[in-house]
């Protein structure tokens, strides 16, 4: 038994319980951010936000709960940016719950399920001097293919088989 929880999000009964998250975690986002989003710049970066030539329904933001408590959350893309082969945008835990093991207990469900679905890759993109995620990354089997730059810094995009 996992000491969480997964399920999918809404935007019409999560958006403020998610919005407070994104509020309470702000070292993650700090760090790439200048000021405090709006509900509305949330909405539109974590709940409306795909590349082109993706449809919406392929998103999946998934919340990460400790009983009731939204803890994190995991934002996927499925069959992006090819057919059997899902994109990880964010596994994103609150600071309180670091350091346990959670990330990589929530990773590996996810990569399960995937399999069981059939995907043959995972993609993901991390910003290169945050040494933690990259480590972690790593840690999980992923590998390096690119870097490139976004307006967050410089990424380096990681991908895994999942045969």
């Known amino acids: 038994m996992h000491p969480y929880n997964l399920r999918e999000l809404t935007l019409a009964y999560d958006e403020q319980l998610f919005y407070e998250l994104i509020l309470t975690t702000d070292d993650y986002f700090s760090d790439y951010q200048m000021t405090i ?3 509305e710049e949330v909405r539109s970066e974590f709940w ?3 590349p082109s030539n993706t449809q919406l329904s392929q998103k999946k933001l998934l919340g990460i709960f400790s009983g009731n408590e939204l803890v994190g959350f995991v934002d996927v893309l499925l069959d992006y940016p090819e057919s059997q082969s899902a994109t990880l945008g964010y596994l994103v835990l609150h600071q309180k719950m670091r350091e346990q093991g959670w990330g990589s207990l929530i990773y ?3 990569e399960t399920q995937l399999v069981q679905n059939n995907y ?3 993609r993901l993109g ?3 001097d945050n040494l933690p995620a990259y480590h972690f990354w790593e840690k999980m089997g992923f590998t390096p293919y ?3 730059i976004t307006d967050y810094g410089e990424q380096t995009n990681m991908q895994k088989s999942l045969k």
């Open 37 to 39: 989003p709006s509900l």
């Open 48 to 50: 409306l936000d795909v």
């Open 108 to 110: 590996q469900q996810i």
């Open 120 to 122: 043959l890759h995972m």
């Open 126 to 128: 991390v910003i290169t």
């Open 146 to 148: 690119d870097t490139i």
